[in-house]
């Protein structure tokens, strides 16, 4: 099972907002609204910002957004800050012989 | 407070074993499903391995599938991962996570490391 197709990298200037996408089938992202995008700083953890496609966990800012559009999410971040440079990873549910899987992952400047 | 505590990473040679543990506390643990996640350095994320709160039910990444076993005592609140024929392509951070989709818990990682 390949894993969902993230661009390598974005960029933005702050206040600006930036649009990530992840790309999958329809055995995964198309087929199940259980599309999840994760933010990882480096060294850290991996860190939880929307779920459910659309649905932000309690705590994370209302800048992040999520959507879908037949094979494809997205997660939307508006008025960039500093501090949401990072790398962005996209999950999905799967009905392939692996339950569940990532986008290779973007890293995301904030020139 | 939920408190995942990763342990058990070492460096071992290629073809070896290994049994990754994870410590849980804060959180009813049978109630929630488990996961494993692995991170090759500079690389991205690989979900590795699931398993249901009651430990029936279990899930692989085709990577890993027949060479790795997922386990759980509710007992200890503890989780596990066996890893045996390990190959090089195994080297990463392992994770211990909450939940399957949607992970909004994660421990600290231990740092398996496959080379001779």
């Known amino acids: 099972q390949s894993a969902l197709t993230q661009p390598a990298s974005v960029s933005g200037s702050p206040g600006q907002s930036i649009t990530i996408s992840c790309t999958g089938t329809?055995?995964?992202?198309?087929?199940?609204?259980?599309v999840s995008w994760y933010q990882q700083h480096p060294d850290k953890a991996p860190k939880l910002i929307i779920y459910?496609?659309?649905t932000r966990p309690s705590g994370v800012s209302n800048r992040f957004s999520g959507s879908k559009s037949g094979n494809t999410a997205s997660l939307t971040i508006s008025g960039l800050q500093a501090e949401d440079e990072a790398d962005y990873y996209c999950?999905?549910?799967?009905?392939?012989?692996?339950?569940?899987?990532f986008g290779g992952g973007t890293k995301l400047a904030v020139l | 407070e939920v408190q995942l505590l990763d342990s058990g990473g070492d460096l071992v040679q290629p073809g070896g074993s290994l049994r990754l543990s994870c410590a849980a506390s804060?959180?009813?643990?049978?109630?929630?499903?488990m996961s494993w996640v692995r991170q090759a350095p500079g690389k991205g994320l690989e979900w590795v391995s699931g398993?249901?709160?009651?430990?029936?039910?279990?899930y692989y990444a085709d990577s890993v599938k027949g060479r790795f076993t997922i386990s759980r005592d509710n007992s200890k609140n503890t989780l596990y991962l066996q890893m045996n024929s390990l190959r090089a392509e195994d080297t990463a951070i392992y994770y211990c996570?909450?939940?399957?989709?949607?992970?909004?818990?994660w421990g600290q990682g231990t740092l398996v490391t496959v080379s001779s």
């Open positions: 996570a909450i939940g399957i989709q949607g992970i909004n818990d």
């Open positions: 804060g959180f009813t643990f049978s109630n929630y499903a």
């Open positions: 398993i249901r709160g009651s430990g029936s039910t279990t």
């Open positions: 329809n055995s995964d992202v198309g087929g199940y609204d259980y």
């Open positions: 459910d496609v659309n």
């Open positions: 999950s999905s549910y799967s009905t392939s012989s692996t339950l569940e899987i």
